[in-house]
């Protein structure tokens, strides 16, 4: 359906899209941007009259002008009036809190794509590099086609070591060529590749894309490749620009969906928060995509839980200088013991024990060292560790010592992480007490530790101890979390999340949620919840906005109803003209270049921990964005260094947006005014996309 608007209503959207302090283009000028896109012929201004319209003064976009075309108009407004007179067709965003059921959503669309027989649609799937969380999607997934009766073949990069490149274009070119008739089932389903976002499954991701773009370019094949990236504000902000030689050429995630996207089929984002996805218009392709319509069924209306929502009670306890994530947690544990040793009297009448996550600290002795204090003060302990593949395990903690330790695997099939953790709590006996389930990056993004089965009957479930059953709904529900201070919003959010679900008619919920933390962190992540709900809300009533144009909607209407805002977080006084800071490596690497005409020298090692580690004074260690940026006119004043008054020629900082989480790693580059041009500057910020951190407020 062709969308319409007056001059009042694109002036209005575009008026929408000003923050305070940038400078209103008039009436006149703008209506001179809308004269020129006619005599261009992009878009049209007539009498038109149809069903829902007759009016003289209508404006829609040219009959042969495509959201493609569009996005390549340079000029920003006139860019801005096409997109609101296109439907965006190809690239959606899914922006729902956290456990509301973001992987059934994308196995529904995946869903469309095998339905669709005017093209063989190819799909990616890429996941945080965390291998449970991509087998719990995978398990879901396989669970939404078994119930459309659709063949597909899964092709988990991760873990399929008898799978090679080879026969997987085999079994690509086999789908493309199959011609099953309607009715009869297909020798070949449609081919799911599912990813995890680290260097060897990137290439091997863009080998296939590569080999199925040639195929359309060179053959005119009816294959396409669909992509949607989990977590994205993660994963596809680190990957996308970074460059990987295939069969001699250098390709990049960015060439295949901006630059060369012919065979691109369908590209979709999905996360509860935005990162840095539409800052500064980095990534046009996320900032112009058309939030995905999902209507919230009423089971998940009624059953879901969040800190947002009224049976959830937050415990605002202040998170001192004194204070760590454990000595945090520790505290509360023994403050309100009360709390957390008394039994709660279920709706059914049955006694339930409190189960609590904790937010720990990164070392796995520290969480051994709060396992052991836990048990000490009558508590089960979990730890949850190992970071991305098959290292990933849960621990038992009973009496003070290491009890039993189990994979996610078993039998060498891999097992949805919430199922396993009821497992070992069933075989365990651990119902005798309070349990603890402690861990730092595997409470990060994605992971549901609640088991709940909403339908009557019985579940089996195989393990080391043999099999057990689940009847009648019979689960696990966490019914605290002792989160304490997270500087970073979309962190706080994503964790605070893994006590988040459609909980509510679990026969083990006890009618509320705790969360223990503090003020600040509270406050941010109740907006960014807000601003989640409001943007989905503000996109179904104008289907044409963007997925930036509905956000910055949303963050305006929830300013102007907040009572309460946080104090502006204050990040650093460094005026931006004297460094620049990049998200991934082959970013800087190239900027290096271009600045100094060779190759940066240092590789980064990392610790123990997957940190890489820098020196702004003197020791070594494991830097904050903020802080670096903080630095930098000391490191200018010095030469680029301060260790102990020595000069030394630093012109590089590796840190991290997030010091519990290594994966966001960035890095600030120096530009001293008195060695680098604003000329050089002028280049290197027309070719290499940076972020923008602001001196104050969160980012």
């Known amino acids: 359906m062709a969308i319409y608007k007056t001059f009042d209503n694109l002036y209005e959207a575009y008026e929408a899209t000003i923050d305070e302090g940038e400078e209103l283009m008039g009436e006149k000028y703008f209506q001179m941007k809308l004269d020129e896109l006619v005599a261009e012929k992009i878009i049209v201004l007539g009498p038109i009259t149809t069903e ?14 495509t959201y493609k075309h569009c996005e390549k108009i340079r000029d920003p407004v006139k860019r801005f009036i096409s997109f609101e007179l296109v439907h965006n067709l190809s690239t959606f965003f899914i922006y729902q ?31 945080a590099n965390d291998q449970p969380l991509s087998v719990q999607s995978c398990i879901g997934i396989e669970k939404v086609f078994a119930e459309h009766n659709i063949k597909i073949k899964i092709f ?22 199959d011609r099953t008739e309607e009715g009869e089932e297909p020798e070949y389903g449609m081919p799911i590749i599912c990813s995890l976002d680290n260097p060897t499954q990137r290439k091997k991701t863009l080998s296939l894309i590569k080999y199925i773009h040639k195929k359309v370019e060179t053959k005119k094949s009816l294959l396409r490749y669909g992509m949607i990236w989990d977590e994205a504000d993660k994963t596809y902000a680190s990957a996308r620009d970074v460059e990987y030689t295939i069969e001699g050429e250098a390709v990049s995630f960015k060439k295949y969906i901006v630059d060369k996207n012919d065979a691109l089929y369908r590209l979709g984002f999905a996360s509860a928060t935005e990162g840095d996805l539409i800052i500064d218009d980095n990534y046009p392709e996320c900032a112009n995509a058309y939030i995905y319509p999902v209507i919230i069924t009423p089971d998940i209306q009624a059953n879901y839980r969040s800190l947002h929502h009224p049976e959830a009670v937050s415990h605002s306890i202040p998170y001192l200088k004194k204070h760590n994530p454990n000595s945090y947690a520790m505290g509360i544990l023994k403050t309100h013991s ?17 189960k609590v996550i904790i937010n720990s600290r990164v070392q796995t002795k520290e969480m051994e060292s709060i396992a052991i204090w836990c048990n000490e003060n009558n508590f089960h302990a979990l730890v949850i560790n190992g970071a991305g593949g098959g290292r990933a395990s849960i621990k038992v903690y009973k009496k003070g010592k290491l009890s039993r330790t189990y994979k996610l695997k078993f039998e060498n099939v891999s097992k949805s992480l919430n199922e396993r953790i009821y497992y070992i709590y069933k075989t365990q006996k ?54 304490g201070h997270i500087p970073c919003k979309d962190t706080a959010v994503q964790k605070a999340g893994r006590l988040a679900g459609v909980i509510g008619s679990s026969p083990q919920y006890p009618g509320s949620i705790h969360y223990w933390i503090d003020e600040r962190t509270d406050i941010v992540i109740r907006q960014q919840l807000k601003t989640v709900i409001t943007t989905n ?22 300013a102007n109803a907040h009572a309460t805002t946080p104090s502006a977080r204050v990040n650093h006084e460094t005026d931006q003209s004297l460094y620049r800071a990049y998200p991934n490596e082959q970013v800087m690497r190239n900027v290096y270049k271009e600045l100094y005409n060779k190759e940066y020298p240092q590789k980064f090692k990392k610790n123990p ?27 200018i004043k010095s030469g680029g260094g301060a260790g102990g008054g020595e000069t030394v020629a630093r012109k590089l900082f590796p840190c991290y947006k997030d010091i519990s989480d290594p994966t966001s790693l960035h890095f600030v580059m120096l530009l001293d005014p008195a060695k680098i041009t604003k000329e050089q500057v002028e280049v290197i910020d027309a070719n290499y996309d940076y972020i923008t951190v602001p001196q104050k407020g969160d980012f």
């Open 52 to 65: 829902y319209h007759n009016d003289e003064n209508l404006y829609m976009i040219h009959k042969d002008i």
């Open 97 to 127: 809190p956290t456990q509301m059921g973001k992987n059934a959503i994308t196995s529904n669309e995946l869903v469309k794509w095998a339905k669709d027989t005017s093209k063989k649609a190819v799909a990616f799937l890429m996941f």
């Open 156 to 177: 988990r990069l991760a873990c399929d070591n008898k799978i090679t490149m080879e026969s997987i274009k085999d079994n690509i070119n086999g789908y493309a060529a």
């Open 338 to 354: 009360e709390h957390f040793q008394t039994p709660i009297v279920l709706p059914n009448g049955n006694p339930y024990f409190r």
């Open 430 to 483: 651990m119902n005798d007490k309070p349990l603890v389930i402690i861990g730092m990056r595997k409470i990060d993004r994605g992971l549901s530790f609640h088991y709940c089965p909403r339908a009557d009957g019985e579940v089996i479930i195989r393990g080391e101890e043999g099999e057990i059953v689940s009847q009648d709904k019979d689960g696990i529900v966490f019914t605290d979390m002792i989160l």
């Open 537 to 558: 809300e503000i996109a179904m009533q104008n289907s044409s906005l963007t997925f930036e144009q509905s956000l910055k909607r949303a963050k305006n209407a929830n």
């Open 609 to 635: 921990e997957g940190f890489v580690e820098c020196s702004i004074f003197a020791a070594s260690k494991v830097q904050e964005l903020c802080d670096v940026i903080k630095h930098i006119p000391t490191a």
